[in-house]
């Protein structure tokens, strides 16, 4: 008989597997739907998958409650849900972003010698969707794709500053870990920072996401006004100091700007 913690072990592997094994099912299934088969019913859907129809009714039934699916009342069949058409929103808010905006970005970088960047925020975290780096040795990096807590970063607070309390106020409860010794995480001092972008119209961070760096950014907002992104430009203490940055803030305030007209915005109202 194999030793308890030996046999624990090869539970949970069974377990993990099983679950791994649910969530492809679950992702194949939804894959089935398209332009032309635009819903499907149980019995088809089992056949194609190679499952059980109770599994699959099972699965469904969750992907409805979830809103991954919907089912037609009269035909009984399945069809793809309005949650999904939430995340693709998303996907595409980010895409357009990063197309419309790298034409400025360029021209940013071009004026400050700088790098600059296009941030989004992911839950808790900002997630960079376009960056171009200064040409200087010494100068900020920020690959494509990599993600840091949005309230030390500027990108961050430049987001934040104009989202509602429902999104903001979690991730002051939560917290974060400190990425320096300079990163501020107490809750009252950072919701005095957010009012301060308000009242500017950018976010300024000094040393809190990376030592030696400062960075500054402005938000981006779509055709309905609501901020879905940031331009952020950083460099090394040496180079941006108080007065530097003052001088690139209408910059990168009006990159920002232009942006959010290439994405629909109206007007140039106060931030």
Known sequence: MAPRSEASNETGAAERSSRLSSVT?????????????????????????????????????TLVAEGMLEQNPETEKYRLGIALFALGALVRQRMDLS??????????????????????????EIMYVYDLESTQAIRMRANLGARKPALCTAEGRAILAFQPPDIVEPMLREGFRPRTPKTETQPETLRARLVEVREHGYACEDEQSELGMRSIAAPVRDSTGLVVGAVGMAGPLQRLSNETLARYAPLVVETANAISIRLGYKTHAAY
Not at 33 to 49: D, N, Q
């Open 25 to 61: 099912t679950a992702v194949r299934l939804l894959k089935m739907f398209s332009e032309g088969e635009a819903e499907i019913g149980v019995t088809s859907l089992a056949r194609r998958l190679g499952v059980a129809k109770s599994t699959v009714y099972r699965m469904a039934s």
């Open 99 to 124: 197309n419309e905006g790298r034409p400025y970005i360029f021209d940013l970088r071009e004026a400050t010698n700088e790098t600059v960047h296009l941030a989004v925020l992911d839950r808790s």
